[in-house]
């Protein structure tokens, strides 16, 4: 039996790292099988049954080295990024590092879909990687790009969504265009701001290396040395969707992504995704990966939401 171990590190830096109410050491412990005491100085790591102390003392110096730079990570953060570690069969994963984010943690696929993804952006320029929330499907995409972009593979990252209003109109939002349509880019702004620092991420962005745009912004141009990603591509009409494809200049690649069951269209109209994903297949260099509920990265509570949503649908 592992014995447990004295983990140094300061008060300061403990409060940083732990998290509000100490989220990030409650989660390592679930992770991990450890148990983390934090009332005396440092931390005391006791290991319990499958624990895994290596991986623990790892995650744990990369998280106190981003503290040292002022910089914590939520809970929230820290289970998107380590996700499962196996698949609910017990098959494990193959490790397979991405990228390292502005926390300085690995990022890798978690999920056989995932894994299916990255082997696909290697081999193919046009990549649609379709199935239900949670999956991870947006996340290790803009991860692929900024790991292409940060490789100098890639001159610029262009992530563009459809502007679809779901609920509510546009033009009874306040402010400008950029203001109305802030909220549908949120999610990739999000994306980014996890795996770079500030900093970094602002220069991207004024040099125009990284662009997050609406759709509507991409037509009439051609994308050269791009990686390229379009996000809720289930909310854009055939139209909308070739208009998009043809944008692929040389040197390119791009990935759409999006979840047949969310689409916002309006009633009679055909979803871009589901129509190109059918054309389209079979075409050499295009692929196409299908993510299912055993993907599903999120609160273990969302996959049993999404079956009995599901469950409902058939018997309608």
Same mark, same amino acid.
């Given at each position: 039996?592992?014995?447990?171990?004295?983990?140094?590190?300061?008060?300061?830096?403990?409060?940083i790292?732990?998290?509000?109410?100490?989220?990030?050491?409650?989660?390592?412990?679930?992770?991990?099988?450890?148990?983390?005491?934090?009332?005396?100085?440092?931390?005391?790591?006791?290991?319990?049954?499958?624990?895994?102390m290596?991986?623990?003392?790892?995650?744990?110096?990369?998280?106190?080295?981003?503290?040292?730079h002022?910089?914590?990570?939520?809970?929230?953060?820290?289970?998107?990024?380590?996700?499962?570690?196996?698949?609910?069969?017990?098959?494990?994963?193959?490790?397979?590092?991405i990228?390292?984010?502005?926390?300085?943690?690995?990022?890798?696929?978690?999920?056989?879909?995932?894994?299916?993804?990255?082997e696909?952006?290697?081999?193919?320029?046009?990549?649609?990687?379709?199935?239900?929330?949670?999956t991870?499907?947006?996340? *290790?995409?803009?991860? @692929?790009?900024?790991?292409? %972009?940060? $490789?100098? =593979?890639a001159?610029?990252?262009?992530? &563009?969504? #459809?502007?679809?209003?779901?609920?509510?109109?546009l033009g009874?939002?306040?402010?400008?265009?950029?203001?109305?349509?802030?909220?549908?880019?949120r999610?990739?702004?999000?994306? *980014?701001?996890?795996? @770079?620092?500030?900093?970094? %991420?602002? $220069?991207? =962005?004024?040099?125009?290396?990284?662009? &997050?745009? #609406?759709?509507?912004?991409?037509?009439?141009?051609?994308?050269?040395r791009?990686?390229?990603i379009?996000?809720?591509?289930?909310?854009?009409?055939?139209?909308?969707?070739?208009?998009?494809?043809?944008? @692929?200049?040389?040197?390119?690649?791009?990935?759409?992504?999006?979840?047949?069951?969310?689409?916002?269209?309006?009633?009679?109209?055909?979803?871009?995704?589901?129509?190109?994903?059918?054309?389209?297949k079979?075409?050499?260099?295009?692929?196409?990966?299908?993510?299912?509920?055993t993907?599903?990265?999120?609160?273990?509570?969302?996959?049993?939401?999404?079956?009995?949503?599901?469950q409902?649908?058939k018997?309608?």
């Amino acid at each position: 039996m592992i014995n447990e171990e004295h983990y140094h590190i300061s008060d300061d830096l403990k409060r940083i790292v732990s998290g509000e109410n100490e989220t990030v050491f409650r989660l390592l412990e679930s992770r991990f099988s450890v148990e983390i005491q934090t009332r005396l100085p440092g931390l005391r790591i006791k290991p319990r049954k499958g624990a895994d102390m290596e991986g623990v003392l790892s995650v744990l110096d990369q998280l106190k080295m981003s503290a040292k730079h002022g910089d914590g990570m939520t809970a929230k953060q820290l289970d998107r990024i380590l996700g499962p570690t196996v698949e609910p069969s017990g098959k494990a994963i193959p490790d397979m590092p991405i990228f390292r984010n502005r926390f300085g943690i690995a990022i890798s696929a978690k999920t056989p879909s995932q894994v299916e993804l990255v082997e696909a952006v290697e081999k193919n320029d046009v990549i649609f990687a379709k199935g239900p929330a949670g999956t991870g499907k947006t996340f *290790l995409a803009v991860t @692929l790009a900024v790991a292409s %972009l940060e $490789r100098h =593979e890639a001159e610029k990252i262009c992530l &563009v969504r #459809p502007a679809v209003e779901a609920g509510e109109s546009l033009g009874f939002l306040p402010g400008d265009l950029k203001e109305k349509i802030a909220p549908y880019l949120r999610p990739i702004h999000d994306s *980014l701001s996890e795996l @770079l620092p500030a900093e970094k %991420l602002r $220069r991207y =962005e004024e040099s125009g290396a990284i662009e &997050v745009a #609406p759709l509507a912004y991409m037509r009439g141009r051609t994308l050269k040395r791009a990686f390229i990603i379009l996000d809720e591509a289930q909310n854009t009409t055939i139209a909308q969707m070739k208009m998009f494809l043809t944008r @692929l200049g040389p040197h390119s690649k791009a990935i759409i992504t999006g979840d047949a069951t969310q689409v916002d269209l309006a009633a009679g109209q055909v979803s871009g995704l589901e129509h190109a994903m059918k054309i389209l297949k079979g075409i050499p260099g295009i692929a196409q990966v299908q993510f299912t509920a055993t993907d599903i990265l999120r609160h273990h509570l969302v996959k049993d939401i999404l079956d009995a949503y599901a469950q409902k649908e058939k018997k309608k």
